[in-house]
């Protein structure tokens, strides 16, 4: 059974930086996607970042282009989430999912 346990969410200040983690197992992974996705206060949960588990290629989307960072270690079966230059408006609970697994979530709340 696949398993994702999310981590290293917590409280940070507007322009700081945070880095989550996705432990997965229960299978490999090689030819997933593993992927970010968050759901803020009042608000249906949105794609945020994915990663080729094979290839390395990622994709994210517009609202944290250029802030954002996805990276894997094969080795570990891990996934993290870079989040650089926080706005408040990336307060929400963040999730990883790969095919129809999904963890529990980890909260970023970003302060003004």
């Known amino acids: 059974q696949v398993q994702l346990v999310e981590s290293g969410g917590g409280l940070v200040q507007a322009g700081g930086p945070l880095r989550l983690s996705c432990a997965a197992s229960?299978?490999?992974?090689?030819?997933?996607?593993m992927a970010w996705y968050r759901q803020g206060p009042g608000r249906v949960r949105e794609f945020v970042a994915g990663i080729s588990w094979s290839s390395g290629s990622s994709h994210y989307a517009d609202s944290v282009k250029g802030r954002f960072t996805i990276s894997r270690d094969n080795a570990g079966n891990t996934v993290y989430l870079l989040m650089n230059s926080l706005k408040p408006e990336d307060t929400a609970i963040y999730y990883c999912?790969?095919?129809?697994?999904w963890g529990k979530g980890t909260l970023v709340t970003v302060s003004s």
């Open positions: 999912n790969v095919d129809l697994t």
């Open positions: 229960g299978r490999t992974f090689s030819t997933s996607t």
